[in-house]
């Protein structure tokens, strides 16, 4: 295929992946109240409440527009998988399958991760910080935007053994550096648990156990899959000696 072929192909994939959205979100909104029930239940005894009048009508168009994007991203991930498909080689297919599938799994974990454990153990933390006289008077806007930051962050971080074993694979990094400074490695992950949540103890603990345990996790994976490749590179270059 030439440049404007390809080029046509990506528009033809975007657009897809554009309406394919657009739909999940519509298709979501039917379900948009039930939703934002489920999101808002570790508040409810407290009450979750609106300010402006078009206040209750966007929060249900951000998680209609969130769940269908949540609905949708396998869709589009298999769309753009299908475009870079045709320009990798076998071995490069067979590498990039299982990459694409644990990337998706861990980031899902991720988000349910973050909202069923998380966010009702902070939330939980957070209110009892109240008085007699301190009551909280939370709003809907900006309960959905500490849930949705919340949710994003974990999904992120917990694709953190993509990250370690792609930079071993790729010899930036050895399995043996990433032990031996394992001190850093803690400052490292403790100020990205600071960055993705809120500032409180809780929330930043229930990032930083999780994220060692998954460094940890994919050191040692990273230490499988290194010594496997360099075996099989050693047993290639003795049968090309021979």
């Not at 899902?108 to 153990?121: L, Q, R, W």
């Not at 403790?190 to 993705?196: E, G, K, N, R, T």
């Amino acid at each position: 295929m030439g440049l404007l072929d390809h080029l046509a192909e990506l528009r033809t994939v975007l657009i897809q992946c554009l309406l394919a959205a657009l739909a999940a979100a519509i298709l979501c909104w039917a379900w948009s109240g039930d939703l934002v029930d489920l999101i808002i239940s570790p508040v409810r005894e407290h009450g979750v409440y609106f300010t402006a009048p078009n206040d209750a009508f966007m929060a249900r168009l951000r998680v209609s527009f969130v769940a269908g994007l949540f609905v949708v991203a396998p869709f589009v991930l298999f769309r753009v998988y299908g475009f870079v498909l045709p320009g990798l080689h076998r071995r490069e297919r067979r590498l990039v399958t299982p990459v694409l599938a644990w990337t998706v799994l861990l980031f899902y974990t991720g988000i349910a991760f973050a909202f069923f454990v998380v966010a009702p153990n902070v939330v939980r933390f957070l209110m009892g910080f109240g008085t007699e006289s301190l009551k909280p008077l939370i709003g809907i806007s900006q309960y959905l935007a500490f849930v949705f930051r919340l949710c994003l962050g974990f999904g992120l971080v917990f694709e953190l053994p993509m990250l370690v074993i792609a930079l071993c694979l790729a010899g930036i990094v050895s399995p043996r550096l990433l032990l031996r400074t394992w001190r850093y490695a803690i400052v490292i992950i403790s100020i990205l648990a600071a960055v993705f949540t809120p500032p409180d103890i809780i929330s930043q603990m229930m990032m930083l156990v999780p994220m060692l345990v998954l460094y940890m996790g994919s050191v040692v994976i990273a230490f499988v899959l290194v010594g496997r490749r360099d075996r099989a590179r050693a047993a290639a270059a003795a049968a090309e000696g021979d």
